[in-house]
């Protein structure tokens, strides 16, 4: 399977007519800066799907993993559809090099991925830590309650396999986010200077 499938197995499953807002973070600086929308995919325009090949190198782009009403805002109010949620887990205060740090998230997979009852779709690799994708049939966003219940149980399980782990840490906020920012996966870290890269697990 290609890149470019993962990609759309993640954004093109809804029925809704709906739009993942794309956005730029420039993290250049001491402190990451938003710098505006970048543009958006239309969940039902696959002829102007999104092209890896046209990915700066020198910014950092960020995805809604939902639907919205609009594709000028991602906020929770014009969210439509709900299809996925990000577990996001990072390593920001480590020491470690790049190239440890890795590693040792490569091992922490590994565990999790053997650990895990309820494993997620596809695994994004963002240069400094891991976003579990989960994905599902599309629903209408009345279902939000479910949902955040399914978010809420899928940390606690995975905080109890990061029990021993000092490295990594679990973002819960963020994760229950579903109107929220992840990094495209394939796009470029610019501060791991490193692209991002995927694992579809099923």
Not at 48 to 54: C, P, Q, S, W
Not at 132 to 148: A, E, G, H, R
Request: charged share 25%.
């Amino acid at each position: 399977i290609t890149q470019y499938e993962h990609l759309c197995f993640l954004l093109y499953r809804s029925e809704y007519k709906s739009f993942n807002v794309v956005s730029m973070i420039d993290k250049t600086g001491d402190e990451d800066k938003f710098v505006g929308h970048a543009g958006v995919i239309c969940s039902q325009e696959y002829d102007k799907a999104i092209e890896l090949d046209d990915f700066p190198i020198n910014a950092d782009l960020y995805i809604c993993p939902n639907g919205s009403a609009t594709p000028h805002s991602r906020k929770s109010e014009y969210i439509v559809n709900i299809q996925n949620y990000v577990i996001d887990i990072d390593a920001h205060d480590s020491t470690l090099t790049t190239e440890e740090l890795n590693a040792h998230i490569n091992e922490f997979e590994t565990k999790l991925l053997d650990g895990l009852i309820v494993k997620p779709n596809f695994i994004n690799h963002t240069g400094r830590g891991l976003h579990l994708w989960y994905c599902f049939q599309p629903c209408y966003k009345t279902m939000k309650k479910i949902v955040d219940s399914t978010i809420d149980m899928t940390i606690q399980h995975i905080k109890e396999l990061m029990n021993e782990e000092e490295i990594l840490q679990l973002d819960s906020p963020s994760s229950f986010k579903l109107n929220g920012l992840f990094r495209i996966p394939y796009s470029y870290n610019t501060k791991a200077k490193m692209w991002s890269y995927g694992n579809m697990i099923h």
